[in-house]
């Protein structure tokens, strides 16, 4: 347990036009108290979903900052991060696939130029004068489509399509799939199926991970990763090769 700031008072309720209207009293000194709160940084519940109620730990960061895509929270959500520190909350788009590497570009060339010229608003993505079109494979929320490592490809792949669900907090079937602790979670057996192991170095026809990700047969369960929409989503061919290829490499955690 831990303390927290709130405040509540009581006061007169009418229901009017019919049950169609709340109107509620509020006296002059409760509406300067609720403000004096709301000056110091209190919120309601806790809308980050990170355990902390009832207060800001940091200033309110805006959605999107014109001119600087690094800044802006809408593009903190799709990473993950902002400026190298981890934001509270689950990668977005969390039912849909996360976004490619033409996509992002796309949005950080947006963001830059938006520059106080309202038609940009509704004209084309300037990517001639964009700063990121200079190496967009920087952007690329994979890594290094060319490096089928675990540090530079595979646990990107599983962060980004897997994280909402197997968190580092509280994570579903109580495998992370985001966070330090992944790789040594891979090397157990699976819940589902105690006679296999999540990752078998050298054999992903007989690594469960593997097996959930392209339905095959014996699986406990649906498939992964599931969207809550459509249901089972498979991953792309690119990435199943990706996590195959790294496997049968021996899947080391380099």
């Given at each position: 347990?831990r303390?927290?700031?709130?405040?509540?008072?009581?006061?007169r309720?009418?229901?009017?036009?019919?049950?169609?209207?709340?109107?509620?009293?509020?006296?002059?000194?409760q509406?300067?108290?609720v403000?004096?709160?709301?000056?110091?940084?209190?919120?309601?519940?806790d809308?980050?979903?990170?355990?902390?109620?009832?207060?800001?730990?940091a200033?309110p960061?805006?959605?999107?900052?014109?001119?600087?895509?690094?800044?802006?929270?809408?593009?903190?959500?799709?990473?993950?991060?902002?400026e190298g520190?981890?934001?509270?909350?689950?990668?977005m788009?969390?039912a849909n696939?996360?976004?490619?590497?033409?996509?992002m570009?796309?949005?950080?060339?947006f963001i830059?130029?938006l520059?106080?010229?309202?038609s940009?608003?509704?004209?084309?993505?300037?990517?001639?004068g964009?700063?990121?079109?200079?190496?967009?494979?920087?952007?690329?929320?994979?890594?290094?489509?060319?490096?089928?490592?675990?540090?530079?490809?595979?646990a990107r792949?599983?962060?980004v399509n897997?994280?909402?669900?197997?968190d580092?907090e509280?994570?579903?079937?109580?495998?992370?799939?985001?966070?330090?602790?992944v790789?040594?979670?891979?090397?157990?057996?699976?819940?589902g199926?105690?006679?296999l192991m999540?990752?078998?170095?050298g054999?992903p026809?007989?690594s469960?991970?593997?097996?959930?990700?392209?339905?095959?047969?014996?699986?406990?369960g649906?498939?992964?990763?599931?969207?809550?929409?459509?249901?089972?989503?498979?991953?792309?061919s690119?990435?199943l090769?990706?996590?195959?290829?790294?496997?049968?490499?021996?899947?080391?955690?380099?």
């Amino acid at each position: 347990m831990r303390d927290i700031a709130y405040q509540t008072f009581s006061t007169r309720w009418w229901i009017l036009d019919g049950g169609r209207r709340l109107v509620g009293e509020v006296n002059q000194w409760q509406a300067d108290e609720v403000t004096r709160l709301l000056d110091v940084g209190v919120v309601e519940g806790d809308p980050n979903m990170n355990g902390l109620f009832g207060a800001r730990v940091a200033d309110p960061v805006a959605l999107i900052v014109p001119g600087d895509p690094e800044s802006s929270y809408l593009v903190a959500r799709v990473r993950g991060t902002m400026e190298g520190t981890a934001v509270p909350g689950t990668r977005m788009p969390l039912a849909n696939q996360p976004l490619s590497n033409a996509e992002m570009l796309a949005l950080f060339c947006f963001i830059e130029g938006l520059t106080g010229i309202p038609s940009r608003l509704d004209g084309p993505i300037d990517y001639v004068g964009c700063t990121y079109s200079t190496n967009p494979t920087n952007l690329d929320l994979y890594g290094d489509a060319n490096a089928v490592t675990w540090t530079q490809r595979v646990a990107r792949i599983l962060e980004v399509n897997c994280g909402g669900c197997h968190d580092a907090e509280s994570p579903n079937a109580g495998l992370p799939l985001t966070g330090p602790a992944v790789y040594e979670a891979l090397g157990q057996a699976a819940a589902g199926r105690p006679d296999l192991m999540l990752v078998e170095p050298g054999d992903p026809e007989g690594s469960y991970l593997y097996m959930k990700l392209v339905n095959a047969s014996g699986i406990d369960g649906s498939p992964m990763p599931t969207s809550p929409i459509s249901g089972w989503r498979p991953l792309p061919s690119a990435d199943l090769d990706a996590i195959r290829t790294w496997i049968l490499a021996g899947a080391t955690d380099d």
